[in-house]
């Protein structure tokens, strides 16, 4: 059965950095639709950032575009999220989301099958 891990949560101060991680295992296809998802106490879950594994294209919320990174490994099993110039709003719980096919809504969380436990993440002023 298909499992996602999420690890690589902390605390860090404001302007700090941190990287997560995500690993997927019994996967039968290679390519694929990963995205990090977060969700603050009160708040809908939000698409933070996605990548089309195997094909490589990206997609970032415009809250963290030109400070996140969405990357994968060679192979194709793992992605990461690097987060830099944290701030504050960043507070969340991160939360990794796999599904089969990429859609234009990949911010959507309906449009992933499965999910990690997720991983929090917290950030001081």
């Known amino acids: 059965q298909v499992q996602v891990v999420e690890s690589g949560g902390g605390?860090?101060?404001a302007g700090g950095s941190l990287r997560l991680s995500c690993a997927a295992s019994?996967?039968?296809?290679?390519?694929?639709?990963?995205?990090?998802?977060r969700q603050s106490p009160g708040k809908e879950r939000e698409g933070v950032a996605m990548i089309n594994v195997g094909g490589g294209s990206t997609?970032?919320?415009?809250?963290?575009?030109g400070r996140f990174t969405i990357s994968q490994d060679n192979a194709k099993?793992?992605?990461?999220?690097?987060?830099n110039s944290l701030k504050p709003?960043?507070?969340?719980?991160?939360?990794?989301?796999?599904?089969r096919?990429?859609?234009?809504?990949?911010?959507?969380?309906?449009a992933y099958r499965y999910w990690g436990q997720g991983t929090q993440v917290t950030v001081s002023s």
């Open 77 to 83: 099993t793992t992605v990461y999220l690097q987060m």
């Open 11 to 13: 605390s860090v101060q």
């Open 101 to 110: 096919w990429c859609s234009g809504t990949w911010y959507v969380p309906i």
């Open 26 to 37: 019994g996967v039968t296809y290679s390519s694929k639709c990963m995205a990090w998802f």
């Open 59 to 65: 997609y970032y919320a415009d809250s963290v575009k």
């Open 89 to 99: 709003e960043d507070t969340a719980m991160y939360y990794c989301a796999l599904a």
